[in-house]
């Protein structure tokens, strides 16, 4: 499962992440951000994010940081 952070001081409201995401879960803010543009936001209540990190290699502006949670009982090596 996959957390991702949107920095809006970065963010142009381009779509390039909200069309990469495998999973459909971002989309267009109706609300203006910092930047004047509408954000993208993770709608995500299901969890189904996968943490892929495809929504951050696509973004020009890297205003997407994307974490993996550890699964419980994995050990790193
Ligand atoms: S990390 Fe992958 S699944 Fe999660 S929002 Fe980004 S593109 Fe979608
Ligand atoms: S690709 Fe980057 S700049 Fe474009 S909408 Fe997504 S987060 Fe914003």
Redesign the pocket.
Same mark, same amino acid.
């Given at each position: 499962m !996959?957390k @991702?952070v949107i920095d809006e001081e970065f963010c142009k409201g381009c779509t390039l %992440?909200i069309n990469?995401?495998?999973?459909? #879960? #971002?989309r267009t803010a109706k609300r203006v951000g910092k930047t004047s543009y509408h954000p993208a936001e #993770?709608v995500?209540p299901e969890g189904? %994010?996968? !943490?892929? !990190? #495809?929504?951050?290699?696509v973004c020009p502006d890297a205003a997407?940081q @994307?974490y993996?949670e550890k699964k419980a009982g994995v050990k790193e090596k």
């Amino acid at each position: 499962m !996959g957390k @991702v952070v949107i920095d809006e001081e970065f963010c142009k409201g381009c779509t390039l %992440c909200i069309n990469a995401c495998p999973q459909h #879960l #971002l989309r267009t803010a109706k609300r203006v951000g910092k930047t004047s543009y509408h954000p993208a936001e #993770l709608v995500d209540p299901e969890g189904k %994010c996968t !943490g892929c !990190g #495809l929504c951050a290699l696509v973004c020009p502006d890297a205003a997407i940081q @994307v974490y993996r949670e550890k699964k419980a009982g994995v050990k790193e090596k």
